[in-house]
């Protein structure tokens, strides 16, 4: 995020296009300028784009569970151009265009979602709602985007968590019921956490699927939770995040953000970022998290994250 104001009117400047964001879009480049993708510096360029897509790691080896892209139908729009992001009249952030392709959507779909059936709401996204360009480059912010609610920053974060001890990261999309709550909370207790340690209750606040209920309505529920359980052991932040239900590529996509956000534990649900057919009923993805986290998490990039794995109902 550009601090300075002169600097943001020399990124102005420069802009050559105006692209205006979907609310998914408006979601990514916030968590672009914050630093919750980091180490993104901007949308993944093709090369970064291909080794997730295939391998589920950026071109450095770093694990990184799904593509971060801007879209465009744009014919116009060519590498080395620079374009102002807009988002319901603000003026978000500058891109710096250093790639521009069209990608192998099937393979995408495939290899990240695991179906090319667009009953999965993220293949109908990314084959409905997406345009037919990826665009990679270098992100500029000017401003976040106004919301009804706070969403802190991963430095705003960690500088209210306590110092030398564990922190869980609880992830849900949907309002906290009995059984979330005797979770996180019992989960201070595991035997590899440290006595002294909190639980961040982290929800996503961005899209999700169409029968999810609306962030904003979501949040007054938490904010309501919180002031009634009074729960000093607890830490509670929103995450400006769109909802991909991609089962365990977006499992391991949640640990990257939360230990951004200063976390040491990650706690997985039984079926997380799972979605059922529209069709069949059928439930994608539990079995699946399990095994991808255990597998891969210790094999390269963000050692020292532990996981916290809830048993299935």
Excluded at 16 to 39: N, W
Excluded at 179 to 194: C, G, I, K
Excluded at 218 to 241: F, S
Aim: net charge neutral; with cysteine.
């Amino acid at each position: 995020m550009l601090k300075d104001d002169a600097a943001k009117e020399a990124a102005r400047a420069r802009a050559t296009k105006t692209v205006e964001l979907s609310d998914r879009g408006a979601c990514d480049v916030e968590l672009l300028v914050v630093g919750g993708f980091s180490p993104l510096r901007g949308f993944m360029d093709e090369r970064e784009y291909t080794a997730v897509v295939q391998t589920m790691r950026l071109p450095d080896g770093l694990l990184f569970g799904l593509p971060v892209v801007l879209d465009t139908d744009d014919e116009s729009i060519k590498e080395g151009d620079v374009l102002l992001l807009t988002y319901r009249g603000q003026e978000l952030a500058t891109l710096d265009v250093s790639s521009k392709w069209a990608p192998d959507k099937p393979v995408e779909a495939r290899q990240c979602y695991g179906t090319t059936s667009i009953e999965h709401p993220a293949v109908q996204m990314i084959a409905m709602e997406r345009g037919r360009y990826y665009l990679g480059g270098e992100v500029k912010g000017l401003a976040l985007p106004k919301r009804a609610f706070p969403c802190a920053s991963p430095a705003e974060v960690r500088a209210a968590l306590p110092v030398g001890e564990d922190v869980l990261a609880f992830q849900c999309r949907n309002p906290i019921h009995r059984a979330h709550y005797e979770l996180f909370t019992r989960a201070l207790d595991a035997p590899n956490v440290s006595k002294g340690a909190v639980c961040l209750v982290h929800p996503t606040v961005g899209p999700t699927q169409d029968d999810d209920i609306p962030g904003e309505a979501r949040v007054r529920t938490y904010e309501v939770l919180k002031e009634e359980v009074g729960n000093p052991r607890l830490r509670w932040a929103y995450l400006p995040y769109s909802m991909h239900m991609a089962g365990p590529r977006e499992a391991v996509q949640h640990m990257a953000i939360r230990k951004n956000y200063g976390c040491t534990h990650f706690i997985i649900g039984r079926d997380m970022a799972g979605c059922k057919s529209s069709l069949s009923g059928e439930r994608r993805g539990s079995f699946f998290v399990l095994f991808i986290s255990t597998t891969f998490w210790g094999g390269g990039g963000w050692g020292g994250l532990s996981l916290l794995l809830s048993s299935p109902s």
